[in-house]
């Protein structure tokens, strides 16, 4: 079926630059997607979310780009501090209501590295 | 606000059993979904429920249950567990239905079927 797939498993970055996770989606009907951070140990953590009506966001040190024509979504964190280090998901639903199936279908995640 | 309690945080279960997780979500949640998180498969849909009711289920086999009381706190039971079961289960609220309303996760309930 649909599926929303990121294109790097690992991502190390060095403290202080800025970082950008990509995620590519399938679905052409999706219309929200969200971004979660998980931690080791921890379950996923609501970062920043986006409408397909929109196609920038920004959140604090986040920011959150859509391109529906190549079906892109990135996250990008300015600043990588070392408390950014975890693995990070894309996610994505058609219906934000809830009437599909599917409720929300995750990516499979990329984990940043911060080196010092 | 506290957030989302899940118990128990651990579980070692033998093929063939059964075993019934609970989440309790946040105050003021009606809805509670249910995800499974495998290092294959990632993160998956099974349900989520809505004033006791089960709004939408994932593609997961009929071993796979769920319920909701009407406090807004849910189980979910797996009968006849097999090897592939072993997974971190997790449960998320939200005010409202629908994955358009932000789903706040718990941490988790670490499910290991021997």
């Known amino acids: 079926g649909e599926s929303v797939g990121l294109h790097l498993p690992t991502l190390s970055v060095q403290e202080g630059d800025n970082s950008i996770i990509n995620c590519a989606y399938s679905?052409?009907?999706?219309?929200?997607f969200i971004w979660y951070k998980q931690e080791s140990g921890k379950g996923p953590q609501f970062i920043i979310d986006?409408?397909?009506?929109?196609d920038k966001r920004q959140g604090q040190r986040v920011t959150v780009l859509l391109n529906k024509t190549v079906k892109h979504l990135s996250l990008q964190i300015a600043a990588t501090q070392p408390g950014d280090s975890a693995v990070y998901f894309c996610?994505?639903?058609?219906?934000?209501?809830?009437?599909?199936?599917?409720?929300?279908?995750f990516g499979k995640g990329t984990h940043l590295i911060i080196q010092p | 606000k506290a957030g989302v309690t899940q118990t128990p945080r651990y579980l070692i279960k033998t093929r063939g059993q059964q075993v019934t997780l609970s989440c309790s979500p946040i105050?003021?949640?009606?809805?509670v979904s249910w995800y499974q998180q495998t290092p294959g498969q990632g993160l998956q849909f099974l349900f989520e429920?809505?004033?006791?009711?089960?709004?939408n289920k994932g593609n997961f086999p009929g071993r796979f249950s769920g319920r909701q009381f009407s406090n807004s706190r849910s189980e979910m039971n797996v009968s006849t567990l097999e090897l592939g079961d072993s997974a971190l289960y997790l449960c998320?609220?939200?005010?409202?239905?629908?994955?358009?309303?932000?789903?706040?996760f718990g941490p988790g309930t670490r499910l290991t079927v021997l």
């Open positions: 679905n052409s009907a999706s219309d929200y």
């Open positions: 105050s003021g949640h009606r809805s």
């Open positions: 998320a609220s939200s005010r409202l239905a629908g994955p358009g309303y932000t789903q706040y």
């Open positions: 996610a994505e639903t058609p219906d934000p209501s809830g009437g599909g199936a599917d409720g929300l279908t």
């Open positions: 429920y809505f004033s006791e009711t089960q709004r």
């Open positions: 986006i409408r397909s009506n929109m």
